[in-house]
C-alpha cells in the first residue's frame, strides 16, 4: 500500500501570500480558470510524453493544513486570523481536466485545465508543476532512449545519482512509462510493481579470493537468471573465460554477462565471439556505462552485438536537458456566470499565453491513423468530424491546409468534479501500454533525434480572432 504523505505546505510562498490577498480582498470566492502548458520540447525533440497525473491526483485529495501548519503560519506575522481560519477548514473543490498520462503533448496545449475559487485553483500551482515538470521531462528522455535502442531492452540505473529520494522513485516510475523494461529502484517495484532488476557490483568480484569464485557462488544462488559482471579486471584475457568456465560447470538457466566500463563496441563483438565459440550463442550481453541515446545509437551502428542497455545518470536527472518548463497561467475567471477571458502579453511571442476557457483536440486521418495536427478551440467549439476542416499555424495564418477524411479526440479528459475524484486510475501497465500505442501514431519525421517534423498545434479560428482581439485591446 502506497503512503500518501500530505505535500500540502510544499508551496512557493508567494502562493500563500496570493490566498491570504485574495480573501482580504473578498476575492476569495471568485472563480477562475487555470492552464498548465509547456513552451519547449527537451532535446529538441520531436513530442514530450505527459506523466505525473496520477501523483498529482493524490496530491489533491490529500490537501489539508494541519494545525501545525497554521501554528508556523501564524507565528509568520503576516497572515490574518480570518485567513487561518480559512486554511483550517480547507478543502480542494475544482474542477480539474488533464491530457491522460503516457499521452505524447506539444508545446503550447493545455496539459491539465483548472476551475474553480481562485484561492484554490492558483494554490495548487507549485506542486502540479513540480511533479508533472518532473515525471514529464524524465518520461520524455526515456522514451527517446527506448527508440535508439531499437527493441533492444533498456533498464533504469539511475536511482543513486538521482536528485534526491523522490526524483528517484518517481523518476523509475515515468522512464518505465516511457518504456523501460524495469528499474534498479527496488522501492519503485514494491510501490509501483515496476520490475526491479539488477546483477552484481564489482565488489561482489573483489569480495572473492578469485573472479571465478565469486562467479560460481552467484550462479549457486542465481541459477534461475544469472548475469555476470565481467570488467572488474579484464573482460577479454579473465572476465569472460571465467564466465563460460561457470556456465559449463553450472546448471544455468538464463546467462548473460555484463560489460561496465572500455570500448563497449570493441568488447562486446569479442564477447560475442568468445561465447559462440564456447557453445554459449544464447547468453545475452548488457551494456551499462554512461549511456544515453546517442551513445546507445553509435554503438549500434558499429555494430555492438548488445542485448540490452542499463541506463543510469543521463536517463534518471535527463542530464543533456534536465528542465521541463511547464507553467500555469490564468486563462479566465467568471464574471455573473460569464467567462471573461485572460491573458499575459510578452515582448517574447512565444510567452503571450492563450486566452479563455479551452479543449484541446488530435486530429487522425482515418486511413492511416496517424495524428495530423493538434487543435486548441474555445471550450464550447467542436470540430465536425464530416466534411473538410481548415487548420493553420497562429503564427504564420497564410500557412492553411484544408483537411478532410479525419476523426477526432478531445484530449482532455475530467480528472476532478468540485473536488471529487471522477477518473479512473489506470494500472503503470495500462499507461504503458497506452504511451507505446499513442507514440505509433505519430510520423516518423516526428521521432527524428535531430531536426524532427515540427507537429503543429493550431488555434481554432475563433480562438485566434479572440485572442488577437484581446492583445490589440492592450496597445490602446
Known amino acids: 500500500m502506497i503512503e500518501r504523505i500530505n505535500m500540502t505546505m510544499l508551496t512557493d510562498y508567494y502562493e500563500l501570500t496570493m490566498a491570504n490577498g485574495y480573501l482580504e480582498k473578498g476575492l476569495k470566492d471568485q472563480i477562475a480558470y487555470f492552464d498548465m502548458f509547456f513552451r519547449k520540447i527537451p532535446d529538441g525533440g520531436g513530442f514530450a510524453i505527459a506523466a505525473g497525473l496520477e501523483q498529482l491526483i493524490h496530491c489533491l485529495e490529500t490537501l489539508r493544513f494541519e494545525e501545525e501548519d ?28 488533464a491530457i491522460p498520462e503516457g499521452t505524447p503533448i506539444f508545446p503550447g496545449e493545455p496539459l491539465i485545465t483548472v476551475r474553480g475559487p481562485v484561492i484554490q485553483a492558483q494554490f495548487i500551482e507549485t506542486i502540479m508543476l513540480l511533479l508533472i515538470n518532473h515525471q514529464s521531462l524524465i518520461a520524455t528522455k526515456a522514451n527517446r532512449i527506448v527508440r535508439a535502442a531499437e527493441g533492444r531492452g533498456i533498464m533504469e540505473f539511475g536511482t543513486r545519482r538521482a536528485h534526491g529520494a523522490s526524483s528517484a522513485i518517481y523518476g523509475a516510475r515515468a522512464a518505465y512509462i516511457g518504456g523501460c523494461g524495469g528499474t534498479a529502484c527496488t522501492i519503485s517495484d514494491r510501490d509501483y510493481g515496476i520490475p526491479a532488476l539488477g546483477t552484481m557490483a564489482h565488489s561482489w568480484v573483489q569480495m572473492f579470493d578469485s573472479e571465478y569464485e565469486s562467479f560460481k557462488a552467484y550462479a549457486d544462488l542465481y541459477p534461475g537468471n544469472c548475469t555476470l559482471l565481467v570488467d572488474t579486471y579484464n573482460v577479454l584475457k579473465s ?12 546448471k544455468v538457466d538464463k546467462k548473460a554477462i555484463r560489460i561496465d566500463s572500455g570500448d563497449i563496441t570493441y568488447l562486446s563483438k569479442n564477447a560475442r565471439k568468445m561465447l559462440d565459440d564456447a557453445g554459449f550463442p544464447e547468453c545475452g550481453i548488457v551494456a551499462s556505462s554512461s549511456f544515453d541515446e546517442y551513445l546507445i545509437r553509435d554503438v549500434i551502428s558499429q555494430g555492438a552485438p548488445i542485448d540490452s542497455f542499463g541506463v543510469g545518470e543521463r536517463l534518471i536527472t535527463s542530464k543533456t536537458d534536465p528542465v521541463f518548463g511547464g507553467v500555469y ?16 502579453i510578452s515582448e517574447n511571442i512565444e510567452k503571450i499565453t492563450n486566452p479563455g476557457f479551452k479543449n484541446v483536440f488530435r486530429l487522425y486521418d482515418k486511413d492511416t491513423k496517424k495524428a495530423i495536427a493538434d487543435v486548441i478551440t474555445m471550450n464550447d467549439e467542436k470540430i465536425p468530424e464530416e466534411g473538410e476542416y481548415e487548420i493553420f499555424d497562429p503564427q504564420f495564418i497564410w500557412k492553411r491546409k484544408t483537411i478532410s477524411n479525419f476523426e477526432v479526440r478531445n484530449l482532455q479528459v475530467q480528472i476532478f468534479d468540485k473536488g471529487k475524484l471522477v477518473y479512473h486510475l489506470p494500472t503503470i501497465n495500462e499507461i504503458k501500454k497506452y504511451c507505446k500505442s499513442q507514440i505509433e501514431t505519430l510520423w516518423d519525421e516526428i521521432l527524428r533525434f535531430e531536426n524532427p517534423h515540427k507537429y503543429y498545434v493550431d488555434l481554432s479560428e475563433n480562438l485566434w480572432k479572440m485572442k488577437t482581439n484581446l492583445i490589440e485591446s492592450y496597445k490602446k
Request: hydrophobic share 45%.
Open 70 to 97: 497554521i501554528t508556523f503560519l501564524r507565528n509568520k506575522g503576516i497572515f490574518s486570523e480570518g485567513f487561518l481560519n480559512y486554511l483550517e477548514n480547507f478543502r480542494f473543490e475544482c474542477d480539474v481536466w
Open 239 to 250: 572476465g569472460i573465460p571465467n564466465a563460460i568456465r561457470v556456465f559449463k560447470e553450472t
Open 329 to 344: 497561467k490564468m486563462a479566465a475567471i467568471e464574471v455573473d456566470g460569464t467567462i471573461v477571458p485572460k491573458i499575459k
